[in-house]
């Protein structure tokens, strides 16, 4: 079991930065490949980013390319999320998850966190 916890979500004006942070606890961390979902109101969850067990690859969903950059520190088993140019489209709730294959497809992903709620005022 790989037990998730995000944080560092909060309100911020458009242009405004913000960054998130999941904890992992349980199994090693450095097995899982680490991304990070969205979901607005009434819409689907929606990929955003993945970066691979040793941050060897990172894909970005097209609308946060330039914006948003993912990180991660298995000594410390945390994945950031630094989101900067937010825009009042990025509110939603951020869940961090793991997963055994690099992969942008959610039913793949294993473990997630309860999320974080990020809202963007114009």
């Known amino acids: 079991q790989v037990q998730l916890v995000e944080s560092g979500g909060g309100l911020v004006q458009a242009g405004g930065s913000l960054r998130l942070s999941c904890v992992a606890s349980?199994?090693?961390?450095?097995?899982?490949?680490m991304g990070w979902f969205r979901q607005a109101p009434g819409k689907k969850r929606e990929f955003v980013v993945v970066i691979s067990e040793n941050s060897d690859n990172e894909y970005y969903t097209d609308s946060v390319k330039g914006r948003f950059t993912i990180s991660r520190d298995n000594a410390k088993n945390t994945v950031y999320l630094q989101m900067n140019s937010l825009k009042p489209e990025d509110t939603a709730i951020y869940y961090c998850a793991a997963t055994r294959k690099t992969t942008i497809i959610p039913g793949m992903y294993d473990y997630w966190g309860p999320g974080t709620q990020v809202t963007v005022s114009s």
């Open positions: 349980g199994r090693a961390f450095d097995n899982y490949a």
